[in-house]
């Protein structure tokens, strides 16, 4: 008698524990805990240990990852196969993977901003897309041809032929904006074409992969049509009607203020409402969610809130078991024989062949130089999560078998990793061979302009650099410009797509639009018409170990004399000092040593308040202390300047050397007493010290009552005023004035002055970008 197989029991959720029998890895929940540690685990330390030296995206070790954990290596090993990923489990650990995989895909909406960028680079991203996206579409069809005939012959054609040309199509944006962001190409013209053609053509490839799914999903060419036109109906639908929603929600967000709860709640809501209204239609719950993602509107702070909720445990946790899925799916080893190895290499070939001659082909068109549109062309022959979630639906619907699968999932990696060496092969950073023009506080005061670049990282910074702005206005004869440089990390869970496009509106809504509603743009627009200074909106988004090559790059482009970085602790409401991390640090340091010009720390408590003081209510007492050396002579040049203010009050205080006089201090001393105290009266004080010693010296610092900020300098030609110091980089006596020790309240600013060494940059990591791609 024959047995009919019988299917293995559903698993229980939860387990009662080892101590009554019950083994966790039988039980749905325990396991699928078990399996995403494992996969995150596994997939970051694959990242951290190989892919990140060789400045690879996360996603190619996530997938690469999944490949390994599944039957093509690891997964050949049955025992664990069948421990750690059971045929039973799959199904909670898929439906888990998806319902990430859907909340991603909105996020991919979300960021997916079509008015991004100008009118020129619209036009030409527009030709460039369509040209990446027509050939390799048509060399996708074509062999996939070759393909079905050979290992693929019981597939239906038309939908083999769609999802074939759609795979070849495909640029993965999110990895194009981090590659941008990792070689500093993210401001550059090859750079927001890239962004803006990427953007089109992550559209291009929903509509492919929606044609695809219909044709698909049936032997009928009537109900593809049937399914075609109710998504579109659908889509319409939800344009008429959730998008004034939407819209509502994001006028009801202001500024200063949290989103509302209810909001995020209810559009995530709508979400998985649309995706399963998708899936009913027949062309999966993904369209659903990434349609409501791009309804919301991108003017304003809803958009940016809810990536920020949905960001991180959506990237961190999900993502990678939806990268699990694909390579628990593919295995390697069934590509054997010369015919097998000869489709990938086909695969290959006409993929890159498609994506980067028909993209090179329509930039030479567009009249670009060579280097960019070799740039762009390998720029979108990255592969990503679309083309990974086309390949599993093709995998789903029997479209592509097991062979046909892993060929494509090999392709994608290769053109994706191809991609990264190559950029760094034709674009390198090269060397400055010389140092630029000397550039100082001092050297700026015989010049028509005054140039500062301010750079903050958070809104908290915008109101003492303001004030501190306001205060180095200096003469009428002299313009001040000052360029405020945004300093945003790029991290691993952080979307690059996201915050370049949001830095991209708001330096166009600074120049163009009436309706802001950003705090920094509103602070910064103020002050500008309420002053002569010229304010010009900068962004800096990179990794933060590389940052500071940003601030280098915009102060040699924008002729910068003095940059000012706030310091690396934010006061608290104790009066002590948090610090942000050893990050922002590194940064301050790094541009110390690296700057072309001369730089200031501002180490705030409060200067001028928690906002802008206006010109007419500017009250403030500087002092300053002066020891001797360069740096302190361009403190007191930058002192001079401060001094023209009608409001602000400086008292200058000579520390006397205890062995000789130097020449140029004395000149600078007395340049100052007869320019600045003899001229401003009882708003200009000169005062002489002999402080011996460290005890001496602290008791005279201490003696200043009412000050509101010091300068000094870096390096004076004095010993540490503390024993144990984390903040060498404001030199002994700003790390003193930082410290507990010293009891003031006033904030300080430490100033280094520029001094190359020989004809070349003092540091070996001095890179700026090549001429080719300053955007002044």
Known sequence: MVTSPTCPAPMKVTSQGLWQGDDPLHFALPLLILQTCIVIVFTRTLHVLIFKPLKQPRVIAEIIGGILLGPSAIGRNTDYLNTIFPKQSLTTFETVANVGLLFFVFLVGLELNLNASGRGTARKAIIIAIAGIALPFALGASTSLVVHATICKGARLSAFFVFMGASFSITAIPIVARILAEFKLLETEVGRMALSAAAINDITAWILLALAIALSGSRSPLVSVWILLTAVAYAALLFVFLRPILAWMGRRTVDGSPVKELYVVTILVITLASAFVTDMIGIHGLFGAFIVGFLVPKEGLLAGAIAEKVEDFTIGIFLPLFFATSGLKTDVTTIRGLRSWGLFLLAITAATVGKVGGTMIAASCCRLPLRDAVTLGFLMNTKGLIELIVLNIGKERKVLNDQTFAIMILMALFTTFLTTPVIMAINPRRRIATAPKQRTIEQAGMKAEFRILACYHSTRSIPPILNLIESSRGTRHQSLI???????????????VSLVQRAQDRIVSFWTRRDRTDEIEVAFESYQKLSAVSIRPLTAISNFDTIHEDIIKNAINKRAALIVIPFHKMLQADGSF?????????????ALDFAPCSVGILVDRGFGGTAHISA????????????????????????????????ISVTLIRILPTSGYCREDNIA???????????????????????????????????????????????PPVNPLIDRTDCTELGPIGSYLASSESSTMASVLVIKRHAPQGDSLPLSEKLVEEAAYVDN
Request: charged share 25%; hydrophobic share 40%.
């Open 482 to 496: 000052v360029y405020t440089l945004h300093l945003l990390e790029l991290s691993d869970s952080s979307s690059a």
């Open 578 to 590: 948090e610090s942000l991390g050893h990050k922002h640090q590194q940064i301050n340091q790094r």
């Open 616 to 647: 007419s209510n500017v009250a403030y007492f500087v002092h300053v202390f002066f020891f001797g050396g360069p740096d302190d002579r361009e403190v007191l040049t930058y002192a001079a300047q401060m001094a023209e203010h009608p409001g």
């Open 669 to 715: 001393i007395d340049t100052f007493k007869e320019k600045v105290v003899a001229r401003k009266g009882g708003a200009a004080k000169y005062e002489e010290v002999l402080a011996e010693g460290k005890e001496a010296l602290c008791e005279s610092i201490k003696m200043v009552k009412r000050c509101n900020i010091f300068l000094v300098g870096h390096s």
